[in-house]
């Protein structure tokens, strides 16, 4: 009777050479697409933390494929589909992490999370081959020209594509240390990162040029490969000694930073019940009593995004756990900035806030409201027009919109000047110039960050997210202190200088001394920095246009 269920040696022989041919089909669309699998590991190894090594021939292996093997759209796609795909399970693979911390998914639905991030993460990678593809065949293009099309359409649409995390390859360069990011003031990090993508062009040029046996072109590719290192060494010259007119300043601040360190479990406990709430205010509350005796030179004290676990409105300013911080604050003559909640009675909206407290416990003005919120964790798409939302994902956030850009205004009593102007950031909103210019354009003296970034694994993303919030500093030549849950808090100079940094997962106090100019000046970047897309579609069409006439 068994027999009948064991399966024959045809059988066997049937699934053996089945297996076979998928491995074939697999090892054969691998060999074709490898330039895109180099691309993606080498993008994904030059993410922060690591060092950039491949910063100026990442892109190289994906624009060589698509320059000169690339037969079609759809070739075009799948290298560029594959490239994207693999950096963001090399740069991002935190957000497994997080999906199961913050979203509360099993450790299947957090991978599974990975996979659907990576799939979509960086459409505009083939989506940009794709079009510059159909462009080159429009114009009929030959030669060099077809290159710069591909990395130009790159360019344009990394910088309009819409993103969740806005990374891209101009903020290693601060990472790293090197003195372009000093010139960001002029070009801003998109302008670094147009820099390192044209650079990429200019090596992948070179490398075909290499390939070329012709004898009289031998060194050609090194000609090309110099004028690629010259443009990187002139970046960098740019920006040598562009600090320093900003460390001349007329004012100071001294703000006491309290990193907290509460755990995921604690945090989101206090946030469901008012009784749970209590150990963690009072945790800060200690914590910030001996910074204070620590440190009685400072002005200012700031708590990181909703370290105050409830609402902290007016109507609620009475309510217990508010009531023991601001009879604390009485005490200490020590005014706060804090991230808490906020509630709009009227529509019943809540909020993501910074508050501020002054040395008598009293909110002299209404607090900032969160206005970039993060998809899928503070807000889900069209849930502000679907009101089951909330029912169908309920571990997932629904923060309301707030109404943009704010500056504060704060009378420091402790301050030798009777007030500072405080460009407050929460989060993710310190990863998009345009809101930093905002907040400069409306006299914001000093930028101020709180974050959270308990919910990401590390080292990755918390690496990741503070370099580029502290960029928007040297963009705008204004100083940035960040107070963060569990870490990393820092403050960054005008000039570019990093102050000390707290560790990850630990609590910590520190003083940050920040000086700064009661009127600084507008940057470059800050007055035309929006030009960048025209920019690089003028030039884009400059170079199919030639391209077309001169046939190069």
């Known amino acids: 009777m068994l027999q009948r269920f064991m399966p024959t040696e045809q059988a066997k022989t049937s699934a053996k050479i089945r297996v076979k041919k998928i491995f074939e089909c697999a090892s054969h669309?691998?060999?074709r697409y490898r330039l895109g699998v180099i691309s993606g590991v080498l993008i994904g190894m030059n993410y922060i933390p690591f060092y950039p090594w491949a910063e100026f021939f990442c892109l190289s292996p994906l624009f060589l494929f698509w320059?000169?093997?690339?037969?079609n759209k759809r070739q075009t796609f799948v290298a560029g589909w594959l490239t994207q795909f693999l950096l963001n399970l090399i740069g991002f693979h935190w957000i497994a992490y997080t999906a199961i911390e913050f979203g509360h998914f099993p450790v299947w639905g957090g991978i599974l999370s990975l996979l659907g991030f990576a799939a979509i993460a960086h459409l505009y990678f083939p989506v940009a081959g794709v079009i510059a593809h159909w462009l080159i065949h429009r114009f009929q293009l030959k030669g060099k020209s077809s290159l710069f099309v591909y990395a130009l359409t790159f360019a344009l649409l990394d910088r309009l594509a819409p993103k969740i995390f806005p990374w891209h390859f101009g903020y290693p360069w601060l990472w790293a240390g090197w003195p372009g990011a000093q010139f960001t003031d002029v070009i801003g990090f998109e302008g670094l990162n147009v820099i390192s993508i044209l650079v990429n062009a200019l090596m992948t040029w070179s490398i075909v040029e290499g390939l070329l046996k012709y004898a009289k072109a031998r060194r050609k590719p090194w000609l090309i490969a110099s004028g690629?290192?010259?443009?990187?060494?002139?970046?960098?010259?740019?920006?040598?000694?562009?600090?320093?007119p900003w460390k001349t300043t007329d004012a100071e601040l001294n703000v006491l930073a309290i990193q907290g360190n509460i755990g995921n479990f604690d945090k989101l406990m206090a946030?469901?019940?008012?009784?749970f709430g209590a150990p963690v205010v009072k945790k800060y509350i200690d914590l910030s009593r001996q910074a204070i005796s620590a440190h009685p030179e400072a002005h200012l004290m700031i708590w990181p995004e909703t370290a105050f676990p409830t609402l902290l409105?007016?109507?609620?300013?009475?309510?217990?756990?508010?009531?023991q911080v601001r009879s604390f604050l009485r005490e200490t003559h020590m005014p706060l900035l804090t991230g808490a909640y906020s509630h709009d009675g009227r529509s019943r909206s809540v909020y993501n806030g910074i508050f501020f407290l002054d040395e008598n416990g009293e909110a002299p003005f209404e607090p900032y409201r969160k206005s970039i919120l993060l998809v899928f964790g503070e807000t889900f798409p069209f849930s502000e027009y679907i009101d089951y939302m909330g029912k169908l994902f309920p571990n997932q956030g629904s923060f309301a919109h707030g109404s943009g850009p704010k500056v504060f205004r704060l009378p420091l009593a402790r301050a030798s000047d009777q007030s500072v102007a405080l460009g407050p950031q929460i989060c993710y909103e310190g990863l998009y110039p345009w809101f930093s210019a905002e907040l400069s354009r409306e006299g914001a003296q000093i930028f101020t960050n709180v974050t959270n970034d308990s919910w990401f694994w590390r080292p990755f993303e918390p690496n990741q997210h503070l370099y580029m919030t502290l960029a928007r500093s040297i963009e705008f030549r204004r100083p940035l202190f960040r107070s963060t849950n569990t870490g990393i808090t820092t403050a960054i100079l005008a000039s570019g200088e990093i102050l000390e940094k707290s560790p990850i997962g630990e609590e910590w106090t520190g003083v940050f001394r920040i000086p700064y100019l009661k009127n600084p000046e507008h940057t470059f970047y800050e007055r035309y920095g929006a030009a960048w897309p025209w920019i690089l579609l003028s030039t884009l069409v400059l170079v199919l246009v030639l391209g077309k006439r001169f046939k190069v």
């Not at 320059?67 to 037969?71: E, G, I, S």
């Not at 690629?228 to 320093?244: C, F, P, S």
Request: charged residues 20%; hydrophobic residues 50%.
């Open 29 to 31: 669309f691998l060999h």
């Open 67 to 71: 320059w000169t093997r690339a037969q």
């Open 228 to 244: 690629a290192a010259a443009i990187v060494l002139a970046v960098n010259l740019a920006g040598v000694g562009r600090e320093v």
């Open 271 to 275: 946030e469901l019940r008012s009784e």
């Open 313 to 323: 409105d007016r109507p609620s300013m009475n309510q217990r756990l508010a009531m």
